[in-house]
């Protein structure tokens, strides 16, 4: 019960900030007018948001010692996942705020999970800690693949989403398929 809660939780944190920034890009581009693609929201919701997606990077590089220790194709499913969700997040990150996130928020944001690997190598964690840290993230995770892959008002995006989400649960019966084989 405990990883579903806390997935529920990294969900609804990072529902809160992506509203927070949307709203404060609309709440600025109602004040100064202009393009709204080339409005950026605030800078405190920058910062806030920043930090969050930072500590999620570290808890990335911390899990992955733990994702490592499970064998080679956990890791590379591990691997896979979360680069495509590095590229959705940057994706995302970049279109709210825009010069401030490619000049000082991705090199801050590329840094965490190298120190949260460190930190594994140093302070390594249990199973226990290392599933409820990996329930926050798919929370994050599933918010983020719902927010940029689900489209508004269609289009085919949605086919896009469906068969990789198709595809990827394929590839994850497999390798438990391949897994179980080799024990």
């Known amino acids: 019960m405990a990883v579903p ?18 709203y404060s890009r609309k709440e600025r581009h ?18 806030i948001q920043l930090v969050f997606i930072s500590f999620l990077n570290l808890i990335i590089g911390y899990l992955l010692r733990f994702e490592a220790e499970a064998g080679v194709l956990s890791l590379v499913f591990y ?3 979360l680069s495509l969700h590095f590229i959705i997040l940057d994706d995302s990150m970049e279109q709210n705020y825009k010069q401030l996130y490619v000049r ?3 090199y801050l944001a590329s840094l965490m999970p190298i120190i949260g690997w460190g930190l594994s190598v140093f302070f390594p964690e249990n199973p226990s800690e290392g599933y409820l ?49 080799i024990r």
């Open 5 to 22: 809660g806390l997935a529920f939780i990294g969900f609804m944190i990072f529902f809160i900030l992506e509203h927070f920034a949307v």
């Open 30 to 47: 109602a004040k100064e007018g202009g393009d709204y693609n080339y409005i950026s929201a605030s800078t405190s919701a920058f910062i």
């Open 79 to 81: 691997t896979a996942a």
């Open 104 to 106: 000082f928020g991705r």
């Open 133 to 181: 840290l990996l329930g926050v993230l798919l929370g994050v995770i599933l918010f983020n693949a719902i927010k940029d892959a689900v489209p508004k008002g269609g289009g085919k995006n949605a086919s896009l989403f469906v068969s990789g989400a198709v595809l990827y649960s394929a590839l994850l019966l497999v390798g438990a398929w391949v897994t179980a084989g």
